[in-house]
Nanobody
Framework: QLIQSGGGLVQAGDSLRLSCAAS????????MGWFRQAPGKEREFVAG????????YYEASLKGRFFISRDNVNYMVYLQMNSLKPDDTAIYYC????????????????WGQGTQVTVSS
């Protein structure tokens, strides 16, 4: 089970950090990622991090502004979002998969409940 927190309404240029807490002790077996879905659009991949936290991967247009990290001791994964833009407005989901390819494809075994991020201009 993945429980998300964070999100809300911010202004363009602000930063925001999303958190995702896992309840499973097998958290370290999971590659973790963040996805988002904007109104009227399909869900898209944002960022992923492997089970060890050694390797991460980003949607190309977000690299350098968004940063994913994880804490395998406390079963947490984070998404730090900087220099937010109105186009970043979406519902953000954390997700986990034991398979890296499935994670990137959005074919995850576990999903968080989603959290709204709204960026005003």
């Amino acid at each position: 089970q993945l429980i998300q927190s964070g999100g809300g309404l911010v202004q363009a240029g602000d930063s925001l950090r999303l958190s995702c807490a896992a309840s499973e002790p097998t958290f370290q077996d999971y590659n973790m990622g963040w996805f988002r879905q904007a109104p009227g659009k399909e869900r898209e991949f944002v960022a992923g991090i492997d089970w060890s936290g050694t390797n991460d991967y980003y949607e190309a247009s977000l690299k350098g502004r968004f940063f994913i990290s994880r804490d395998n001791v406390n079963y947490m994964v984070y998404l730090q979002m900087n220099s937010l833009k109105p186009d970043d407005t979406a519902i953000y989901y954390c997700a986990g998969s034991t398979n890296w390819g499935r994670l990137l494809a959005g074919l995850n075994e576990s999903w968080g409940q989603g959290t709204q991020v709204t960026v005003s201009s």
